[in-house]
């Protein structure tokens, strides 16, 4: 059975899980019932998000999301941090944005898992995201829609055993098989996809998790750098499995920075900085311009206020789509998968004059990104 932790989606945003990172950090090797008022406090202050009830500790209610996450686990008690929120924590770390830090979890992230109840090292490793990924990718290779549903992901993968290790060739060929999920499984399927949907290669839109990429050579990167499974010899004891999986030395591997443009302006303001990567990743996402376009009938500018449509009648929705937030940030993410919420439509004219405002800004004040929501 795949596992996650069910109904703390939230917690698992990108942006909640630095600020997260920056409280557990002061806290390793801490015992934390010692200290629970404080904890709490500092994790509420810093993240906004609520860590209720309050008759529950932090630990008893939330330690499978600091585990889920890789950021923490306990033992004896004590606050036992990984290398993973050590990065996240850190303002010039290894994870500058939620690419950075996907890709480095999802061929690490395996069944059997210690955070959860019955767990048992000598169960057959199972690597979900890389099987997904995988699934999607042999459907893009074809020619075919690379979407796939819960129900697909039960019937395709799930119900085939699948592992991760396999090639695309066997993605190819699978067959749906007949597979009963429970509720509760249905529910964890759930968030686990829409967590893995942070990653700017993916989306979840109408229902189904979608491949968001049309470049072969991001599709040959991503298949071949990150979904093979760190396949580390399992660890009997729980702690001992968990800080194993979370153990980065010298093995992090980041992304390509590819540039899908000409513009002057756009090729500017990214500079090389893997910060304003995320930006122009969801500023140029084809699925996400479809969404907002779905919701949004008319091309209206949310800056100049030209209705695109009618200066230019013989265009088709000539708006861009632009990312409000500071520029290491993900995609807002809610229960139904992923959001519009800090998404609005640009002129071409506008989101160009947005990017060499942001450029000369970030250069005067000698930044490369944002450092919070209300400075972007």
Known sequence: MWRWDQGRLLYFQFDVLRDIASVLIKFDGVQIEECEAVFRSELMSKTGMPFAPNHYTVLRNYKRVFECAFLATVSNGKLLISDFCRELAKEDGEFNNV??????????????????????????????????????ISLFQRGIQAKISLDDIFALIIANNCTGYEDLTFYNQLKPKAYAATDTEKRQLREMVIFLSQLSALKVYDACLW??????????????????????????NRTEEFMSLTKISNEIVLPTIEIFTSESADIEFIEGKRKRLEHFRVDRSPLLRKYYREVNRQPICSMCQMDVSEKYPWTDYMLDIHHLLPLASSLAITTRGTSLQDIVGLCPTCHRSIHIYYTKWLRANGQDAFRSRTEA
């Open 99 to 136: 690419d950075d830090f996907l890709l480095s979890y999802i061929n690490r992230f395996r069944f059997p898992f210690p955070a959860f109840n019955a767990y048992n090292a000598s169960d057959e490793r199972i690597y979900p995201f890389c099987a997904i990924i995988k699934f999607l």
């Open 211 to 236: 491949l968001d990429i049309t470049s072969q050579n991001a599709i040959n990167e991503l298949y071949e750098k990150f979904l093979t499974p760190l396949d580390r010899d399992p660890k009997e």
